[in-house]
């Protein structure tokens, strides 16, 4: 199948690694002309090495004055820009008792507005040629419980504005759409991590609470990704998509 995306101008953040990484090198597999996003320049520079024809913009995503920064290179790089995808996040913190509002906000910095932040600096462009597609990466967590508190809060959040922001820009030929991830395995990832220190206890929680009885793979949340980025997906608007091997009707 041919998603149409050979010459597409396609920005993702967080993407020298993990899910980002796959959806990267996916969407330059189909033609698409593919730039992340990477807050450690030693890494970023290992990547671009790696994998030829994908450029790689460094930048520490919660600092406001970079993200500006980065939108004006990025849009005197290539002229347009046709998908975003808002890849970043991660959790931190306990329970709500033991965690201090300081955590909450730099959950939301991370998870939610710089997503936010992005979107809308990108929109105004894509509205301008009344095309395009941003796609976030929230979790089956932003609609249940399972994980951190203040990780759950901000992806619940970043749910809701993707409804919100779609409604808005539908009209305007802009789709936005929203996946929600399982548990993913990855190298150097959260789970990989927790596989080193307790094996055994991953695998009851995959027993009890994943009905497909594995974690999943960056590429099968790609692949949903490359999707939405194409005109195959053209009546898919303002959808949060789950992708997570039946994890989160576990969880009600």
Not at 91 to 104: A, K
């Amino acid at each position: 199948m041919d998603l149409q995306l050979k010459g597409r101008n396609v920005l993702i953040t967080g993407g020298t690694r993990g899910i980002g990484k796959a959806i990267a090198l996916m969407l330059q597999q189909e033609g698409a002309n593919v730039s992340v996003t990477g807050r450690r320049k030693e890494a970023a520079e290992a990547f671009q090495q790696a994998h030829e024809g994908i450029q790689v913009y460094t930048l520490d995503v919660m600092n406001p004055e970079e993200r500006a920064q980065l939108v004006e290179r990025y849009m005197s790089d290539y002229g347009t820009i046709d998908v975003l995808v808002n890849n970043v996040g991660g959790s931190s913190g306990s329970t709500t008792q033991e965690t201090d509002l300081e955590q909450f906000r730099e959950a939301f910095e991370f998870n939610y507005f710089q997503a936010v932040d992005f979107s809308k600096r990108f929109a105004s462009h894509m509205v301008r040629k009344e095309s395009g597609a941003i796609i976030n990466i929230a979790s089956v967590y932003g609609r249940e419980s399972g994980g951190l508190v203040t990780y759950n809060n901000a992806k619940a959040a970043l749910i809701s504005f993707s409804k919100s922001l779609s409604n808005e820009l539908i009209p305007h030929g802009v789709r936005v759409n929203c996946i929600a991830p399982g548990s993913v395995f990855h190298s150097d990832g959260v789970w990989d991590q927790r596989m080193k220190e307790n094996e055994s206890s991953v695998q009851n929680f995959i027993f009890n609470e994943i009905p497909a009885n594995r974690l999943g793979t960056p590429e099968e949340i790609a692949n949903v990704v490359t999707f939405l980025a194409s005109e195959k997906s053209s009546w898919i608007v303002g959808a949060c998509l789950t992708v997570d091997g039946g994890q989160s009707r576990m969880n009600h």
